[in-house]
């Protein structure tokens, strides 16, 4: 049966444990993985998703809290692996439905929600956790493990309850020389796998590419020849909570002689609480105030912003598309030192062009090695399944692609193909006495926020926006004798982003009127009845006349 098409899920067996994604799976981002077990949720991240250009005007896309919005007090504690936004972004909105559910995580990862939440002027209560501790949540047993990862202080969690032993790697990688010496704890999973994991969920992001991820040191040549060599300044574009990677480039700032200033409200936050808390080490006298920057050469300045992934409101793009005080010119040097985010390919490549246009030499990872990933490859995985020997595996984090080809790696390794499930976001895995199957599905959709508003059913609206973005919109205005039914004066056409001629209006008019003729000839005259007929002849003629699909509004006056 196709995962579209399972029902919703029978009663959980007694002791049994029940698994469900909100986000996270068929996407990179919006992780959030829910466990159910004995009348108790414990929850697994809570991030949100960048929008893609199919879904204009949208900031962010958050998980959707239906399938537990009448169980938010059974929720004993939310766990974040990390501090990333799509794992941490949307925890803000569902603290707004029970400000006071615990929160776990390391002591980087509660730092950066604390911030954030604290502009929501939300306050849970926070538990500090590190590798090696337990933490009883409920009827959970919670265990952490330290793994390595493009953020400092990220954690796997081992999870024990009567129903089994699930281990959730959150993101990984396996860099045998990171830059803060804190490796993925593999004698850890092998402890476990002694124990007996019973059920896998692991990280798929880098599924796809063979052998072993390169190191964040490996990046050192490749920056410090961009600040050989750049003439003038240079602009480095990050994640806001990538520390390995702006560690990188304070270092190469302070070999060259450059004085370095943070760009962007995000970014001055969260590398000043990785410099209060150790994890960010700041050579003394580099940093700048932004007023500064003009006393200095060009020679001697980086500026460190967000924007990696094209985002419109970040300093990047506005900088590209001439909306931010520093305006790019001939010389400037820009690296772009982040992951090219699937689905975010187009608005990178238009910041990339725009900033291009403006005389930047522009330094990405298509051109320079100037980036490594955060997540294992092949070779990391198959040394995991070995060591591990799961019963089950369930790959996470990824796009279909990115799970299909983790799930053939666990068969390569000997997992039986019955023993790996895939799944996507609202497919329910149950865990009973150790074993794992699929069980059915509850709602799991995508959740818009535009600006302050936040979508409820919000799909019908993306469809709506984006036939407004690809044939734009026609109102269509008729005037009714009331006496007589018929039209006082020809229909007006007002369009919004139309690019045909002004042909197709006399043969809209006269389709118009012969529907409504016909109309009233069969005694019709409900006036929303009426609007919809005029809208269902406008769409029917301009889609077998142009093959267009505008979004038309039909509006009937009566006089």
């Known amino acids: 049966m196709h995962q579209l098409d399972l029902p919703a899920p029978g009663p959980l067996q007694k002791d049994g444990m029940r698994i469900f994604a909100l986000g996270g799976l068929g996407e990179v981002g919006r992780n959030m993985t829910v466990f159910d077990h004995n009348g108790r949720l414990l929850v697994v991240d809570c991030g949100l998703l960048f929008p893609e250009d199919t879904q204009p005007g949208i900031d962010v896309i958050l998980p959707d809290f239906t399938a537990i919005r009448d169980r938010l007090d059974d929720i004993v504690a939310v766990v974040l692996t990390h501090g990333h936004e799509d794992h941490i972004g949307a925890l803000p909105y569902l603290l707004r439905e029970r400000p006071n559910i615990p929160i776990v995580g390391?002591?980087?990862?509660?730092?950066?929600?604390?911030?954030?939440?604290?502009?929501?002027?939300?306050?849970?209560?926070?538990?500090?956790?590190?590798?090696?501790?337990?933490?009883?949540?409920?009827?959970?047993?919670?265990?952490?493990?330290?793994?390595?990862?493009?953020?400092?202080?990220?954690?796997?969690?081992?999870?024990?309850?009567?129903?089994?032993?699930?281990?959730?790697?959150?993101?990984?990688?396996?860099?045998?020389?990171?830059?803060?010496?804190?490796?993925?704890?593999?004698?850890?999973?092998?402890?476990?796998?002694?124990?007996?994991?019973?059920?896998?969920?692991?990280?798929?992001?880098?599924?796809?590419?063979?052998?072993?991820?390169?190191?964040?040191?490996?990046?050192?040549?490749?920056?410090?020849?961009?600040?050989?060599?750049?003439p003038r300044r240079i602009i480095v574009s990050s994640f806001a909570s990538h520390v390995h990677r702006i560690q990188q480039v304070l270092d190469a700032a302070a070999r060259h002689g450059r004085k370095v200033t943070f760009v962007g409200r995000s970014m001055v936050r969260n590398m000043g609480i990785a410099s209060d808390l150790g994890y960010l080490q700041v050579p003394e006298g580099i940093l700048v105030e932004m007023k500064s920057l003009e006393k200095l050469p060009d020679d001697k300045i980086v500026m460190i912003c967000t924007g990696s992934q094209g985002e419109p409101l970040a300093a990047l793009a506005r900088m590209a598309h001439r909306e931010h005080l520093i305006e790019i010119g001939n010389g400037d040097t820009v690296l772009l030192a982040s992951s090219l985010i699937p689905g975010n390919e187009n608005a990178i490549y238009r910041v990339i062009n725009a900033l291009t246009r403006w005389g930047a030499n522009v330094v990405h990872k298509s051109n320079a090695k100037v980036h490594v990933s955060g997540h294992a490859s092949a070779g990391e995985l198959i040394y995991c399944y070995n060591t591990i020997k799961p019963a089950h595996v369930m790959p996470i984090h990824g796009e279909w692609r990115h799970l299909t080809a983790n799930a053939d790696l666990a068969v390569r390794t000997g997992i039986n193909e019955d023993r790996v499930l895939i799944a996507e976001n609202g497919v329910t895995v149950d865990l009973i006495q150790g074993k794992a199957s699929i069980s059915g599905r509850v709602p799991a959709g995508m959740i818009y926020i535009d600006g302050v508003t936040i979508g409820g059913e919000s799909e019908s609206a993306m469809n709506e926006r984006r036939r407004l973005a690809n044939d734009g919109g026609i109102t269509v205005l008729a005037i009714l004798d009331t006496t007589t039914g018929k039209l006082a004066e020809p229909v007006e056409f007002f369009t919004q982003g139309l690019v045909h001629a002004t042909a197709w209006t006399a043969d809209a008019a006269q389709a118009i009127d012969k529907a409504l003729d016909r109309a009233r000839k069969k005694k019709l005259d409900d006036t929303v009845q009426l609007e919809a007929l005029i809208t269902k002849t406008l769409a029917r003629l301009m889609d077998r006349k142009y093959r267009s699909t505008p979004v038309i509004t039909s509006v009937i006056v009566n006089e």
């Open 106 to 230: 390391s002591r980087l990862t509660l730092a950066f929600i604390a911030a954030k939440l604290k502009e929501h002027r939300l306050a849970p209560p926070m538990v500090e956790v590190a590798e090696g501790d337990h933490h009883p949540a409920g009827p959970f047993d919670l265990e952490f493990f330290a793994v390595n990862h493009s953020i400092p202080d990220g954690l796997a969690l081992a999870i024990r309850t009567v129903a089994g032993l699930v281990l959730h790697t959150g993101d990984f990688k396996m860099d045998q020389f990171p830059l803060d010496k804190r490796i993925t704890d593999l004698a850890g999973f092998a402890q476990l796998g002694k124990e007996g994991v019973d059920l896998f969920m692991v990280d798929s992001t880098n599924a796809e590419v063979p052998g072993f991820t390169m190191g964040e040191k490996d990046l050192m040549p490749a920056i410090d020849e961009v600040f050989r060599t750049a």
